[in-house]
């Protein structure tokens, strides 16, 4: 079974910083483009920001320059450096990935549970 598993939600004040973390594991024989997306209440999900397995990156025009992914393929994980947070970066934050499993079968989008980020004005 393949789990992706995010850790360090929580809640900030605006101006503040979180650093989002998204591990993958189980029955994984590559992993390609890794992604985050958020999910505001009452509003679709977005993507945020995705990354190649050669670390290419793309960001939403909303969170250039204060979001940073990156990745550590050892440890099939990505993560998201958010800072100077604002109120509307509230949502949750899902990780995606585009997996090729060891049976060999592949997926363009699993994704983790979510991992709920606050941020207070």
């Known amino acids: 079974q393949v789990q992706l598993v995010e850790s360090g939600g929580g809640l900030v004040q605006a101006g503040g910083s979180l650093r989002l973390s998204c591990a993958a594991s189980?029955?994984?024989?590559?992993?390609?483009?890794m992604a985050w997306y958020r999910q505001a209440p009452g509003k679709q999900r977005e993507l945020v920001a995705t990354?190649?397995?050669?670390?290419?990156?793309n960001y939403a025009n909303s969170v250039k320059g204060r979001f940073t992914i990156s990745r550590d393929n050892a440890k099939n994980t990505v993560y998201l450096q958010m800072n100077s947070l604002k109120p509307e970066d509230t949502a949750v934050y899902y990780c995606?990935?585009?997996?090729?499993?060891?049976?060999?079968?592949?997926?363009?989008?699993?994704w983790g549970q979510g991992t709920q980020v606050t941020v207070s004005s």
């Open positions: 995606a990935a585009s997996l090729i499993f060891e049976s060999g079968r592949s997926t363009n989008n699993y």
């Open positions: 189980g029955s994984i024989f590559s992993i390609n483009t």
């Open positions: 990354i190649t397995s050669g670390r290419s990156t």
